[in-house]
């Protein structure tokens, strides 16, 4: 993996992790920003503007890539290199809750 890409991703703003972690299933915009809403209460809500530049920026970086074209709607899935970025976002955050409770993330 590219240090550059690394270096840019990791870590990733809360939106960019939700839009790489729902493309794990291809899907279009409006659909991962549905299911974030649904996964985070409401909590996270992500604009249109942040979604399709977030979606061009990962796109043209190789994270994710299109799927097809659904009713005039973009499908777009990640790729290996965004499975590795989104693998080492999990870790730096399971990492950061083990530390919260006190627990050594070696052990």
Do not use: W
């Not at 299911?35 to 992500?46: H, L």
């Not at 399971?94 to 993330?105: I, K, T, V």
């Amino acid at each position: 993996m590219e240090d550059k890409i690394r270096r840019i991703y990791v870590p990733m703003t809360e939106s960019g992790f939700y839009i790489l972690f729902c493309l794990q299933k291809p899907q279009h915009g409006y659909g991962i920003s549905q299911q974030v809403k649904k996964m985070t209460g409401g909590a996270v809500c992500i604009s249109a503007g942040t979604m399709y530049g977030t979606l061009s920026k990962m796109e043209k970086d190789g994270l994710i890539c299109f799927y097809r074209e659904e009713d005039k709607r973009k499908l777009y899935q990640i790729t290996e290199l965004g499975r590795e970025i989104l693998s080492l976002e999990i870790k730096r955050i399971e990492r950061l809750y083990q530390n919260s409770r006190g627990e050594d993330a070696n052990e």
